[in-house]
């Protein structure tokens, strides 16, 4: 049974269309989280949700919108689509507050969907 | 801000052999956790160790270990015994005490050569 499953695990598009990548988590984790991978491997987050309010928002064009509709699901959707966005986006998530908090925040994360724009 | 600097692109070692992986960082925090996530050819980022830094035993988890030096704000990984499973990318990671945020490094490319 799949901790943190991300569908599509793959997504090939024209630039200018709108896609989503969807999330769910069965760990009962109240954060969540979206990290962007670049072709060089290097990882980045874009947002994180802490039961469905948003608490990380960096830097990121608005072209991109998450959607938490509650605390075992977020959504990312993209709109207008450029080559720039390939990349490969990995849906996380953890517990940070409540009595199972360690003060480490300790990420669990799905399989990641690999996004290509042609 | 915090930043994860990990010096070695890429490392190759001999089945059976030992490797130490680097990675240092900066923070002006006092409470913290450095970790070490693997990901293999198959994508998926798995958690290999972690530390916690007003913790001076150095975190071991069976072949993983770690050399943490606070002062120096260096979190080496070492991989005893290394197998051809251990081929991946590793990734050093920083997360402040009670943080969302947790910051990477760019990682390094280990080959487990038969």
């Known amino acids: 049974d799949t901790a943190v499953s991300q569908t599509p695990k793959y997504l090939v598009t024209q630039m200018g269309n709108d896609k989503s990548i969807k999330c769910e988590q069965n760990l009962g984790h109240d954060t969540m989280y979206w990290y962007k991978q670049d072709s060089k491997k290097f990882l980045k987050i874009m947002f994180s949700y802490n039961n469905k309010e948003l608490i990380i928002n960096e830097t990121v064009p608005n072209r991109f919108s998450p959607k938490s509709p509650d605390k075992a699901h977020l959504n990312l959707h993209i709109n207008s689509l450029e080559l720039g966005d390939s990349a490969v986006y990995f849906c996380?998530?953890?517990?940070?507050?409540?009595?199972?908090?360690?003060?480490?925040?300790?990420?669990?994360f799905g399989a990641g969907s690999r996004l290509t724009v042609l | 801000a915090q930043t994860v600097t990990q010096s070695q692109p890429e490392m190759s070692v001999q089945e059976a052999e030992t490797v130490t992986l680097s990675c240092t960082y900066d923070t002006s925090e006092s409470n913290y956790y450095l970790f070490w996530y693997k990901q293999p050819p198959s994508r998926q980022m798995i958690l290999v160790i972690r530390q916690e830094a007003y913790k001076q035993q150095n975190a071991t988890e069976n072949r993983f270990s770690v050399n943490f030096q606070k002062a120096a704000k260096s979190f080496s990984l070492k991989i005893s015994d290394s197998q051809l499973g251990d081929t991946a990318m590793y990734f050093c990671?920083?997360?402040?005490?009670?943080?969302?945020?947790?910051?990477f490094g760019k990682g390094t490319k280990l080959s487990v050569i038969p």
């Open positions: 990671a920083y997360s402040g005490a009670g943080s969302y945020q947790l910051t």
């Open positions: 996380a998530s953890s517990q940070v507050t409540g009595s199972s908090y360690t003060g480490a925040n300790v990420l669990t």
